[in-house]
């Protein structure tokens, strides 16, 4: 995700107004791979979700966590919210 960092940072330098950022990890149902002494769970996908609050839109970004995984186009919120049933942003309908 190195060069989407860079992306939003810019992004975010841009706009007028809060932007908020959410990256985080998404493990698979069964089958957790862990790695080390500390049997650190390593997570199947990753995701980055912008919210830009003063224009009411969100969108994300979902890649495997592996070393040939590149960011492809960006997902809606509704559909990250599927993939994680984590609903981010509670009581805010942002456009896609």
């Not at 979700?49 to 919120?77: F, H």
């Amino acid at each position: 995700m190195g060069g989407l960092e860079g992306a939003t940072r810019a992004y975010v330098k841009r706009v007028k107004g809060p932007v908020y950022v959410f990256t985080g990890p998404v493990y698979p149902k069964a089958g957790v791979q862990v790695i080390g002494k500390g049997r650190v769970w390593v997570p199947a996908q990753l995701y980055k979700l912008v919210y830009d609050a003063g224009a009411n839109r969100a969108w994300a970004q979902w890649v495997e966590n592996d070393n040939e995984a590149r960011a492809g186009q960006p997902i809606t919120y509704r559909d990250l919210v599927a993939r994680t049933g984590i609903e981010f942003l509670p009581g805010i309908n942002p456009a896609d």
